[in-house]
Nanobody, 126 residues
Framework: QVQLVESGGGLVQPGGSLRLSCAIS????????MGWYRQAPQADENQREL??????????NYGNSVKGRFTISRDNAKNTVYLQMNSLKPEDTAVYYCAGDPSPGLSTDIRDYDYWGQGTQVTVSS
């Protein structure tokens, strides 16, 4: 059974940094596209926001609110994707979900992501 296992969330002060990781476990299955969506407090599942996505080949896409502050990377040998988050703001507070899409190409449509992790909480507060 394929599982996406996230780690690295926590509490950080505004302006600080965090690094999230997401690893595929339970299978040698791999995804062409992997990345992160986030769900803000009070938002429901249908309001998850794109954070960043990356393909096996290294093509990436970022949500407008994180461009220039967040960097996504991937280690294909380890089936792991990372999200380096710098200059964090209180509005970055959310549950961050790892997602995977085995299809070719880089889709930013959340409906194409059938595989999800349990989420990791990121709180930015002084």
């Amino acid at each position: 059974q394929v599982q996406l296992v996230e780690s690295g969330g926590g509490l950080v002060q505004p302006g600080g940094s965090l690094r999230l990781s997401c690893a595929i476990s339970g299978s040698v299955f791999s995804f062409n596209s992997m990345g992160w969506y986030r769900q803000a407090p009070q938002a429901d599942e249908n309001q998850r926001e794109l954070v960043a996505l990356i393909t096996k080949g290294g093509s990436s896409n970022y949500g407008n609110s994180v461009k220039g502050r967040f960097t996504i990377s991937r280690d294909n040998a380890k089936n792991t994707v990372y999200l380096q988050m710098n200059s964090l703001k209180p509005e970055d507070t959310a549950v961050y979900y790892c997602a995977g899409d085995p299809s070719p190409g880089l889709s930013t449509d959340i409906r194409d992501y059938d595989y999800w992790g349990q989420g990791t909480q990121v709180t930015v507060s002084s």
